[in-house]
């Protein structure tokens, strides 16, 4: 389903950019120093050889970034701030030269089991070489279990492989009042055992938001403004972009991203 496709669909169920208005106005972007952290914090091991081999030969590349409520962006005030479209903003900064398209297909409370369902559709229809597949949310929120959640991700991750796709798994964001959800640990824990598995690099978001978070970096109305809602905003939507595409970067062109001064 081509992104036009979902646009429609979302805008139709009342789900696109709920209460953005109000998100916009507590959520101003901050400067890319106030986002960015250091290589420990968002780096992964491994590569991304599919990816950086096409861009080594001036080839296209093009990233389907594969999640839920999180990646299509809910709580944005407008599609030009969700994470996919910054990652794809900073690829071309970072990147001069380069062809690269990133494609959203997240739909909002989408489980690992239903992205998993749209992967031949939303994703290798769009030929990608790099997925970035964010989930694990509404599966930790809805406890549907651990073994189902760790089975469906690694059949995903075989699925896409098999395709000749590199896949980077993103992890759960931190939510307040942990205590309503006390499954939620054990499937960030799960994700992340997954990928030791498979070899398949992770971008620690959840690490990453909690650290910001506790520098003051970020506030909490940023990654979840309202009680109950459990959107990101536009601050936040940011960081995982500019961070994310940082460390693409440094994996498909090493020399690509010189190491910028953290704030404190």
């Known amino acids: 389903m081509r992104m036009l496709d979902r646009l429609v669909r979302l805008a139709a169920s009342g789900l696109i950019l709920a209460g953005a208005a109000t998100a916009a106005g507590a959520s101003e972007l901050r400067a890319d120093t106030a986002c960015t952290v250091a290589r420990e914090m968002r780096g992964f091991a491994g590569d991304l050889a599919a990816s950086r081999s096409l861009i080594a030969d001036g080839g296209k590349l093009t990233v389907v970034a594969l999640g839920s409520s999180s990646t299509f962006g809910v709580g944005s005030s407008s599609q030009d701030r969700t994470y996919p479209a910054i990652l794809r903003q900073e690829l071309g900064r970072l990147l001069p030269g380069h062809q690269i398209e990133v494609v959203n297909a997240g739909i909002a409370g989408n489980s690992a089991h239903q992205m998993y369902q749209r992967i031949d559709d939303d994703v290798l229809g769009e030929e990608p070489k790099l997925v970035i597949w964010q989930t694990g949310i509404f599966d930790a929120i809805n406890d549907v279990g651990i073994d189902r959640f760790k089975r469906i991700l690694r059949k995903g991750i075989a699925k896409l492989r098999e395709a000749g796709v590199d896949v980077v798994l993103m992890d759960q964001i931190p939510l307040p009042r942990m205590e309503r959800f006390p499954s939620y640990p054990a499937y960030v824990a799960a994700l992340h055992e997954v990928a030791v598995e498979t070899g398949t690099p992770v971008f620690r978001r959840n690490d990453m938001v909690a650290m910001l978070l506790g520098e003051g970096r970020l506030r909490p109305e940023e990654v ?13 939507y940011y960081c995982v972009g500019v ?16 190491e910028v001064a953290v704030t404190r």
Do not use: C, Y
């Open 224 to 236: 979840l403004p309202a009680e109950g809602q459990q959107h990101q905003v536009d601050a936040s």
């Open 243 to 258: 961070n994310l595409a940082r460390t693409l970067a440094e994996k498909l062109s090493p020399r690509a991203v010189p």
